[in-house]
């Protein structure tokens, strides 16, 4: 008798929002993500979205039950020192993340408008 593999094919982390605005004003012109596809269940209803860039996708929610404010999202990546020259040439007033070498990866941390934070990170190269 063969065993079944498990293979898990991708996570998508559910980001709380409260303005969508300052939302889109961060992940959209900040970090350059573009929006997919967006859904409510009628007028006057939260939005639940999803933004993605380069393969990266995060579901954003207005739904109270969806997520806590103040999560840590972990990303590892390829093109760290382009994506923090990328984020440093936006001028964002809210955010001048820096490029922190943590020995084994290089890592730019960013916190969005409701206290979400995102870890971009890459492992160094031998």
Do not use: C
């Not at 498990?6 to 303005?19: C, K, M, T």
């Not at 996708?57 to 020192?81: C, F, N, Q």
């Amino acid at each position: 008798m063969s065993e079944t593999k498990i293979l898990f094919e991708r996570a998508v982390p559910i980001i709380r929002i409260f303005d969508i605005a300052k939302a889109h004003e961060f992940y959209l012109g900040f970090l350059g993500f573009s929006v997919d596809w967006e859904h409510r269940y009628g007028e006057n209803f939260p939005l639940y979205t999803q933004v993605s860039r380069g393969g990266l996708a995060l579901h954003l929610s207005e739904h109270a039950g969806d997520a806590t404010p103040g999560g840590t999202t972990v990303v590892y990546m390829k093109g760290i020192r382009a994506l923090h020259a990328e984020l440093a040439a936006h001028r964002y007033r809210y955010m001048k993340p820096g490029l922190e070498d943590e020995g084994t990866r290089l890592e730019v941390q960013v916190t969005d408008p409701f206290g979400n934070r995102i870890r971009f990170m890459e492992i160094k190269e031998n």
